[in-house]
T-cell receptor, first 115, second 107 residues
């Protein structure tokens, strides 16, 4: 079964440092999502791409977070500078289409710890 | 008010029991609904889609009530391996996740 690839699996960084996460969606999936999940809570959407265009980034803290999907395939999420409150699981997901009828397929996630 | 609300539980049930979870959503324009399963410290995985007519997959049954804006998940003959967090998901322009309901199935 095709999978969404994410790296790294774990990242420990000091506050004020920069950190980046990478995601490669399932081949052919036009829509890519970055979610943040704090322990005990549901995933919260940070940014959604349709091909290389941002569809929704209303919940992305743009003063420190940035995301890109330059060629409409893989994507990078960056945090600079990292803060203690950014410690969470960062999940990438992809789906076939823009409509919400397409279920999301998640990668293994990147667990970020900011010290 | 959260867009998608779930009882966080935990639900503690013995093996073989039947357990049901409900989820309410506030956006009447929501078009699609799913249940995801998430094991501890793992990624969410699609359990099943929820259709207006209701649908069943083995021991799992999902129902949608658009008038009351809630969806439900019924698990029959619970197994130890069903222990997980169950996430309710509503899709429209945005895909919104509930906070999840924790289930513990005990021997």
């Amino acid at each position: 079964e095709a999978e969404v690839a994410q790296s790294p699996r774990y990242k420990i960084t000091e506050k004020s440092q920069a950190v980046a996460f990478w995601c490669d969606p399932i081949s052919g999936h036009a829509t890519l999502y970055w979610y943040r999940q704090i322990l005990g809570q549901g995933p919260e959407l940070l940014v959604q791409f349709q091909d290389e265009s941002v569809v929704d980034d209303s919940q992305l803290p743009k003063d420190r977070f940035s995301a890109e999907r330059l060629k409409g395939v893989d994507s990078t999420l960056k945090i600079q500078p990292a803060e203690l409150g950014d410690s969470a699981m960062y999940l990438c997901a992809s789906s076939l289409g823009l409509t919400a009828n397409s279920p999301l397929h998640f990668g293994n996630g990147t667990r970020l710890t900011v010290t | 008010r959260k867009e998608v609300e779930q009882d966080p539980g935990p639900f503690n049930v013995p093996e073989g029991a039947t357990v049901a979870f409900n989820c309410t959503y506030s956006n009447s324009a929501s078009q699609s609904f799913f249940w995801y399963r998430q094991d501890c410290r793992k990624e969410p995985k699609l359990l099943m889609s929820v259709y207006s007519s209701g649908n069943e997959d083995g021991r799992f049954t999902a129902q949608l009530n658009r008038a009351s804006q809630y969806i439900s998940l019924l698990i029959r003959d619970s197994k130890l391996s069903d222990s997980a967090t169950y996430l309710c998901v509503c899709g429209g322009f945005k895909t919104i996740f509930g906070a999840g309901t924790r289930l513990f199935v005990k021997a």
